[in-house]
């Protein structure tokens, strides 16, 4: 019997209802004690003395970059292998992303590529810890401490994962977080900035909300504020902040489920012919686990394009991370002239790679179902 197996679908306890009741019927649904709340005990989760809750991963990219001052004429490295969003945060501070290619082996950012790139106008360094795994920090910290630049994590799918005993997040000037569905935990949309900078989480705290200097309890009169910089609308509401409350202390057991079917389904697809399972952890690093990254090698009679429509025929839902390198996007390749061969092992993966779910959504069985459907299309 064919199933249908989403790639991601956020869970739930069931109890976060009767708390958003709470919150509607309180009238108060930002600026309030909850948003508050959650980033405290995200702080401690990640070990930073600061979290700073924003409307997405991508404003907490941006406002690490706004808070650091990065202006037109400056660059920012940026993987070639990522979201766009990634990118599109150093655009909009008018600053010139420079792209460097990634290992095929890991897909994070490789630190020979990063010297290559540095020039005079680098301001900073955007790391990606690619599906959850952790770049190599040591590496990369040395570098831009030699160069006097500064590293912002970007860590979208990395919640969780740890290098030399640091949590992601907690391994640069600041981490960004994504609460999208198909993520780690889930807030319908919204994000995290985490960081031990003193300046640059008043910084964040202030740009986050239009460049106001005082929060709304801190107003002797109301509606009476100076505005001291310029900021954006990257709050997070307090209807978020329940999801993402709810989700954090519920993280611990998701967490052990999805590492569980990580590892059910990584046994089941080993000796596979035709398939490559992706590294997921290195000698100093654990990755996070978001999805099983497979590779469809020259031994496999399909592509990889064939694989995922007869996988997807068949109920199992797919993802690919990512189908195309950022640089040869048609915004970046028109606007810098980038070109096939540029990046080649972005586009080796772009190219040859699948996501497949092992969420909390799923079960034993579900996994069992996916690892039966590959090795009946491998046969």
């Not at 005993?165 to 919204?190: D, N, Q």
């Not at 310029?230 to 489920?257: C, P, T």
């Not at 031994?299 to 996988?311: A, G, Q, T, V």
């Amino acid at each position: 019997m064919t199933r249908k197996i989403p790639f991601g679908k956020p869970v739930f306890s069931g109890g976060e209802l009767d708390r958003i009741k709470t919150v509607l019927d309180s009238g108060i649904l930002t600026h309030g004690k909850l948003v508050k709340e959650f980033e405290d005990i995200f702080a401690k989760f990640i070990g930073t003395k600061y979290a700073i809750a924003v409307s997405s991963c991508t404003a907490g990219l941006h406002l690490s970059l706004m808070a650091l001052g990065i202006k037109p004429g400056d660059e920012v490295i940026v993987p070639a292998m990522t979201h766009t969003a990634t990118a599109h945060v150093v655009e909009f501070c008018g600053a010139k992303p420079i792209f460097a290619d990634i290992s095929d082996a890991t897909g994070n950012i490789d630190p020979d590529q990063i010297v290559k790139k540095i020039g005079p106008k680098t301001r900073a360094i955007e790391v990606v810890h690619f599906l959850g795994l952790p770049c190599d920090m040591a590496k990369i910290n040395e570098i831009a401490r030699q160069k006097d630049i500064a590293v912002i994590e970007d860590c979208a799918l990395a919640l969780g994962a740890t290098y030399k005993g640091k949590k992601a997040g907690a391994l640069s000037l600041t981490g960004s977080f994504s609460f999208y569905p198909v993520k780690h935990i889930a807030t319908a949309e919204g994000g995290m900035l985490t960081t031990d900078d003193e300046k640059i989480a008043l910084s964040v705290s202030r740009q986050r909300a239009f460049g106001i200097d005082k929060s709304l309890g801190e107003r002797k009169v109301p509606g009476v504020y100076d505005v001291v910089c310029i900021g954006n609308n990257y709050r997070m509401s307090e209807l978020q902040a329940v999801l993402g409350i709810s989700q954090m202390k519920d993280f611990e057991m998701m967490n052990r489920q999805r590492k569980q079917n990580y590892k059910r389904l990584r046994e089941g697809l080993d000796g596979l012919k035709g398939i490559q399972v992706f590294q997921e952890q290195g000698s100093d690093s654990i990755g996070a686990d978001y999805c099983l990254n497979i590779i469809i090698n020259n031994e496999s009679s399909l592509s990889r394009d064939e694989f995922i429509f007869k996988l997807n025929g068949l109920g199992v839902g797919t993802s690919i991370y990512y189908a195309t390198p950022v640089p040869l996007l048609t915004c970046y390749r028109d606007k810098y002239g980038y070109k096939p061969g540029d990046f080649p092992n972005a586009e080796f993966l772009a190219n040859n790679s699948l996501a497949l779910p092992v969420g909390q959504h799923l079960s034993e069985d579900d996994i069992d179902y996916i690892v039966k459907t590959i090795k009946e299309i491998v046969a």
